[in-house]
Structure formats: structure tokens, C-alpha cells
């Protein structure tokens, strides 16, 4: 399994996010700025955070994006989830439920039923506040 760009810089806005005093709203040019991603490709990762509830918008002078819950509340699966859709490493674990034809008999389905619970197990595990560094400030911190 391989995690896309999409999902990493999900992963550093929510981060930076994060570093930030959960009261205010971030404008997005700071957090592309800050971490050095185009505004465009974050308007549409930022889209699907806010579509899932993950963070909040709000527009006009003083507006941005800020999360609607604390760091700890977070798992990075949650996270990478929202822009991979799955954490599944083969295609037929992708859906809850397993519509191979081959399943039943399948000599590798075991092994990546649980190299599938290793990685979901380990990624809800860890909380964005894990991520985010004990002595930042939120200024000009890049992940």
C-alpha cells in the first residue's frame, strides 16, 4: 500500500491545523504558505476534511479553517481514510464486505486480512496530537 500525495498533505494540514489555537481560523494561504503546497490542490483536500466534519470554514475577513475537535480526537486512519478511502493492501478487502469469487478458498486472504489489521490497527493508534511536535508554536513550522 501506498499512501498518495493527497493523503499526506492531508495528513500536514491537519497538522499544522493542529499547532494552532483551535479558537481562530487559519487562513488557507498561510497553510499552503507554510507548508509549501498549492492552494488549489489544498482547496480540494481541505473540501474533503470539511465534508467529513474534520474541520470548519469560515468565510470573509478574519475566515479560514480550523478543526472541529482536538488533536487526540483524530487518528491518522480517520485521516487518511477521508482521501484514500481505504487502508486496504488488496482491492477485494477494500469493501466490508468481500465479493471475490475467490475468497472462499483464497490461500492468501489471511495474510492480507491481517496486514490489513496491522496497518488499521497501528494508524488508529496513533492521534494527530502524536503528530504534532510538544515545543511548536505553530510559526513557520514545516512537516
Not at 478574519?62 to 487526540?72: F, K, N
Request: charge should be negative; include cysteine; hydrophobic fraction near 35%.
Amino acid at each position: 500500500m501506498m499512501i498518495s500525495t493527497k493523503g499526506r498533505y492531508a495528513l500536514r494540514v491537519m497538522i499544522d491545523l493542529a499547532q494552532h489555537d483551535r479558537s481562530k481560523y487559519i487562513p488557507l494561504k498561510e497553510i499552503a504558505a507554510r507548508q509549501n503546497i498549492s492552494e488549489k490542490y489544498l482547496e480540494i483536500i481541505i473540501k474533503s476534511l470539511s465534508k467529513e466534519h474534520f474541520v470548519e470554514g469560515l468565510r470573509g475577513k478574519g475566515g479560514g479553517y480550523r478543526l472541529t475537535h482536538a488533536p487526540e480526537d483524530y487518528s491518522v486512519a480517520s485521516i487518511l481514510k477521508i482521501t484514500e478511502g481505504t487502508l486496504a493492501p488488496v482491492s477485494c478487502l477494500a469493501d466490508e464486505c468481500n465479493t471475490c469469487e475467490r475468497a472462499s478458498y483464497c490461500n492468501t486472504l489471511p495474510m492480507w486480512t491481517g496486514l490489513h489489521k496491522v496497518i488499521t490497527d497501528y494508524l488508529e493508534g496513533v492521534s494527530l496530537s502524536d503528530l504534532v511536535p510538544a515545543s511548536s508554536n505553530g510559526d513557520d513550522y514545516v512537516i
